[in-house]
């Protein structure tokens, strides 16, 4: 490696928030060093340690950033496995009556513990049931479900195929589905009859049969059966669960795969365009969603973990099902939300399950200090060890919250900054050892090379603010995209050619400590769901009143930012832009995307700013969706600088004087 200007400084002097352990700080430093000096005995050496291979690698990281451009890098690339050997055979020996899935659903108290001897035999079933239907190696199952042990069973029974699942949010739209099936071509998609959240059901099934319609793709609709009421059937290509699932056999020989297999595929929102199909492999994937987990949380043999996110996200991939099953933890799935019944509904489950390990989203601890401090402290939290959050830039404000309130003071806070493209954890303190700073995710994993880059794609040095790129590839990191390698190139490497861009800007301290602030991109970051603005832009210009559109985020005090929404209307729209077009408005937007996107706000404008180009100047909307036009900065090229003014006195604010 040439130039490796990571700062990793052991902040002797920071002691603010968790206890914490210089001495042990110092340990992680020197393996931090390790991991950047040989980063391929350093990986070989963590997945011959972690990963139960059939075929043990001997080969680290080949190709680069630079050749990426040629065709994949790759890890571990001599090296066959089957991954749920690692998450399910091997702890048969060692833990086969622990619980690994301990289960609950919407309503408080509806537990069920799964023990990875159970597991093993439900996914054994359910690869045998999978695989009597047709599905291949290296066929893509969709799985459009909500939070049910079947969902992780059906990853793991798709895993043991070798079959390449992808999740899809049980809130996305019957179009949205549509889109990834279509994108991924797959041959089976695995639902449920109704979802269930918050007492109210999801027509998941019904969805499923709008987003089929016409797609030849699709052979097999397998239906887990959750609430039991009645659902659309097409004969011949429906089949219940049960009816395949339970009459299988419980052993089933894994399917041997080559490291650099792909193991799922997940759709995630970018600045352009349609989400794209992001592709993780088998080896290194597994190697480090292990590795990080074991090492941020401070795994232990008995603890209770449980990370209350969705199995539609990266973070259920990665933290509730792959990288605890590979450590042989006991991994909470919860169906419900945290206002279900009442804002106490975590830390009642704290109290009835003893969790030690709890990881969640800045949004929520939010909305809950916001509901006042009874709803925690009438539960007991004495069992609470380590508390995590992932998703979008914790403020000072609700870190102190979770940590003095919810973790009497003696927790240590886990901050955890990642991606979808980076398959775990990058930037992260490390329970207990890393001394905390509330609202900073701290200091890279060992093995993680950051960099701060100007737009000339200069390193920056010591104390600086930049663009975050990552100098260097991790066995987690995402291979391509899928059926596009040109735009995982175009999207991730070529803004800083050489370099990983990871579409957030980020502060450097006096200490080395990261601060990340947001994206840079048109990306918006809503309750930590990550949607591009161009989606919500499509969508919004498809309504027959709307000529144009724009979308910006701003800071919103729950949900970190929320979606502000320019429009201007058709000539000949009869609409007054009032609640009723908002309504429809918003009706789009959730037949297009999904029920998790809505528009907060919305403005009738005259007209964009745009360039003589005909770009739009986001910027000048980002200033006034912030209420903030103290200094929107040049407009001069502009093609009708008019229509600043117009928007600002439209949003009710006073134009600076010129
Ligand atoms: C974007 C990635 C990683 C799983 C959930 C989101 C933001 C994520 C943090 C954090 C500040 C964070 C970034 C990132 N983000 N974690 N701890 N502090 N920002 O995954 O949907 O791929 O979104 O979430 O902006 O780029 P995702």
Redesign the pocket.
Known sequence: MTDTPTLYEVPERVSAGSPSSVPDMNAWRREWLRARNNPDGFWLEQTRDRIAWRKAPTLGLEGSYSTVKDGPFSWFSDGTLNITESCLDRHLEERPDKVAILYEGDEPGAVERITYRELHARVCKAANALSELGLKKGERAIIYMGMVPEAAVAMLACARLGAIHSVVFGGFSSEALRDRIRDCGAEMVITQDEGMRAGRTIPLKETTDAACEGEHSVKSVVVVKRTGSDVGWTEGRDVWWHDVVEPASAEHEAVECAAEDPLFILY??GSTGKPKGVVHTCGGYITYTSYTHQVVFDLREDDVYACV?DVG???GHSYIVYGPLANGATTMMFESTPLYPDAGRYWDMVERHGITTFYT?PTAIRALAAKGDDFVTKYDRSSLRVLG??????NPEAWEWYHSVVGEGRCNIV????????GGMM??PIAPATPTKPGA?SNPLPGILPVLVDKDNRILRGPCSGHLCVDYSWPGQARTVWGDHARYVATYFSTYPGRYF???GCRRDEDGYYW?T??VDD?I?VS???MGTAEFEAALISAEDVAEAAVVGYPHPIKGQGVYAYIVLQPDSESDGGEALEKALNGVVRTQIGAQARVDTFQIVPGLPKTRSGKVMRRILRKVAERDVSNIGDTSTLADPSVVNAIIEGAGLTPPAL
């Open positions: 995630t929102s996110a996200w990266i973070t989203a959050t992932v998703g979008e830039p914790i901050d955890t900054w990642w991606q979808t493209e980076t930037i992260a995710a990871t579409g957030d990340i947001g994206r990306v970051n930590g769901h990550r």
